[in-house]
């Protein structure tokens, strides 16, 4: 099943691969080692969450309940006896900066600063009630460079609509990893794929089959059942309600802009490589 093509998802698209230097590049992998943080994972929870200051695993989990707990567990809070949320903060932001600096064409500047403008003014118009992660996001101090405000902003609005991807999965009945499976079944992104990066065992995924199944989501093949293919397109379009704040924010047509400025440069951030397709996160090329 394909999502429908909201506005809201259309603007998804079209920044999210922006977001995504933050996990493709080089240069925020590199700063996490230089910290000490040891492996890519480690750098990768700690990164994302330092806004929200020095964390431990359970609280982790619960925002990223896509990820099995003893992943999270291996990284939080053991990165903090490296480096202080401030520090990995401050180092992440530059190195983001870094990395776009090095991979967008050199171009109309101009486009670049009109696209910070209209992502700052839809981050603005976010309510955050129920949504720590971008809660936390929206507080950071705007950096200096244009192409380090747009990745910020689009920061805020992804983990805006991710909390609230989040939220709508628990409404529906959901755990992380049984949003994980209907996601697989949907044929958006492989098990392999997904299972590697998310930390879930074999066992872990036979026992939510097991649940979806008993549920009537999944049939004996782990492929959607009707009621399955239902639940899929609500979770889906919940998604997409819940992240209305920023369309109400800029109108139709500031949207329509935004996404008209961003998707070039995030098709050139997929088409050079910087950023894969397939992905984990499931961002297509826009």
Not at 25 to 50: S, T
Not at 53 to 71: I, K, N, Q, R, S
Request: aromatic letters at 6%.
């Amino acid at each position: 099943m394909e999502p429908s093509p909201t506005l809201a998802r259309r603007f998804w698209e079209a920044i999210e691969p922006i977001h995504a230097v933050a996990y493709f590049a080089p240069e925020p992998a590199e700063v996490a080692r230089a910290l000490g943080l040891r492996g890519w994972w480690m750098g990768y929870f700690a990164g994302r969450v330092a806004p929200l200051g020095a964390l431990d695993a359970p609280a982790v989990t619960a925002m990223f309940f896509g990820f099995a707990p003893g992943m999270v567990a291996r990284a939080l809070p053991d990165a903090w006896a490296h480096a202080t949320p401030d520090t990995v903060l401050r180092t992440r932001l530059d190195a983001v900066q870094a990395a776009l600096d090095r991979t967008l064409p050199a171009g109309d500047t101009g486009a670049l600063l009109k696209l910070a403008g209209l992502l700052e003014r839809a981050a603005l118009g976010c309510r955050y009630e129920g949504r720590p992660l971008a809660a936390a996001w929206s507080r950071v101090r705007r950096p200096d460079g244009d192409a380090g405000r747009v990745w910020l902003a689009a920061t805020v609005l992804r983990e805006h609509r991710g909390d609230g991807h989040v939220i709508a999965s628990v409404h529906a009945g959901l755990r992380g990893i049984d949003t994980t499976l209907t996601h697989v079944a949907t044929g958006a992104v492989s098990r392999e794929l997904i299972q590697r990066n998310r930390g879930w065992s074999d066992e872990d995924w036979e026992g939510s089959r097991r649940r979806l199944v008993a549920r009537g989501l999944l049939d004996r093949t782990s492929r959607l059942t009707k009621s399955g293919g239902a639940l899929r397109r609500q979770l889906e379009d919940s998604t997409d309600r819940l992240a209305a704040d920023p369309v109400e924010a800029l109108g139709e047509s500031g949207v329509e802009r935004a996404i008209r400025l961003a998707a070039p440069i995030s098709r050139h951030l997929i088409d050079t490589g910087v950023v894969p397709v397939p992905n984990p996160i499931g961002a297509p090329r826009p």
